[in-house]
């Protein structure tokens, strides 16, 4: 192809050859020649339109590159391309969290997760390594998140940065934070629980044939086992083990499976549960895992007239663990196994429950004591003055 003629302008090292616009116009393009470190340089600057070029603003151009404050097209390349490489192999925060992703694809949560990251902490720390982070990015972070959200949405978001990280410095991939984050103060010992009028209603309305059977199944397994609603929608035929008495829970929110007693309660309510094709004994659609139960929990909810804030399904495992605590009957290490609880810490919201207990045994043995005084002022008083001799 031959060469384009070459047009000169009235500035020094500036010419400009014709070319054709997007729009199937003429336009003139510019290109600059100057000397750096004993090299002819040339190289095009831009375009009339589409650049804003002029012969000027190319002139200005060849004196910043001249002196050294602009790099060449070439110099600019190979920077890119320096970048690029380097680029490559840095694990940011974003590289982390989706390799972080790919390895926990059936994660519990995850599209919770998912929600938190793009909205709270890809655009704030995205782009950076771990080791780029200093303590005040997430004190920022903790301190403007703390002003519109509630104190244990922002310990998730914090604890989820966290978890990723430590993924990555786990797998090798980058170092782990220089410094400790600050979590927010929580406090969200919340334990529901239900006055014995409450508690006969709802079971006259889940017993009642017109409610959703599944949903009242459910509700009624997760009062007397105080199983949690996931662990309920992931149970399956197989983990139930009639003839010992058993049921196995698996995967639970502590990461092991766990087994907790079949008790006579549950047994009676499974048998009323029609087996499917499914697996699952409380399947979803087309007899996979079921998701989510809401509606219907709720409807049975507001027709038993329970509390606005009390949960369907987490509200009645706090109803079976407040009514084995108070009953003074359980000791809170078999609490903790039958709510399967991976630390004790969890399970002592309940202990102010048995301290009522406690309170009543110790105001017993007073009252033994004081009738055992009592006892012995009145066989004193019945001994004669002769015998008392």
Known sequence: MPAKKRFKTTYSGVYYIDGISVKNKPERIYYIMYRKNGKLI??????????AMTPARAAGIRGQRIDGNQLSN?????????????????????????????????????????????????????DLEPKDLIQLDTDRLRITLLRKKKPQTVK???????R???????KGLCQGLQYKIEMPIVNNIKTEDLSSDQLEKLLGVLNNTKVNLQAASIMKMALFTGM?????????????????????????????????PLNDSARE???????????????GREGKQKTDIKRAVNKIKKEAELPNDFRPLHGLRHVYASMLASS???????????????KPEMTQRYAHLRDDVLK?????????????????KKDTKKLKPQDAI
């Open 269 to 283: 309510i499974l048998s009323t549960v029609q087996k499917t094709d499914s697996p699952f004994v409380f399947p």
């Open 74 to 126: 070439r110099e600019e390349r190979e920077l890119k391309r320096k970048t690029e490489q380097t680029e490559k192999g840095k694990w940011t925060v974003d590289k982390l969290w989706n390799f972080y992703k790919s390895q926990k694809p059936d994660s519990k949560g995850l599209h919770t997760d998912e929600n938190r990251y793009e909205n709270y902490l890809k655009p704030k720390f995205g």
């Open 360 to 376: 009543n045994a110790s105001n017993l043995a007073g009252e033994l004591i004081k009738e055992v005084i009592n006892k012995k």
């Open 42 to 51: 040339e190289e095009k600057v831009g375009r009339q339109y589409r650049d």
């Open 228 to 260: 949690r609603r996931g662990e309920l929608f992931k149970l399956k035929w197989d983990d139930i083990d009639f003839e010992r008495g058993f049921i196995h829970i698996r995967d639970p929110k502590g990461g092991v499976d766990q087994t907790i």
């Open 156 to 162: 998730h978001v914090l604890a989820l940065l966290l």
């Open 164 to 170: 990723i990280i430590n993924f990555g410095v786990k």
């Open 328 to 342: 003074g009957k359980v000791d809170m290490y078999t609490l903790q196994k039958l709510l399967t609880h991976k």
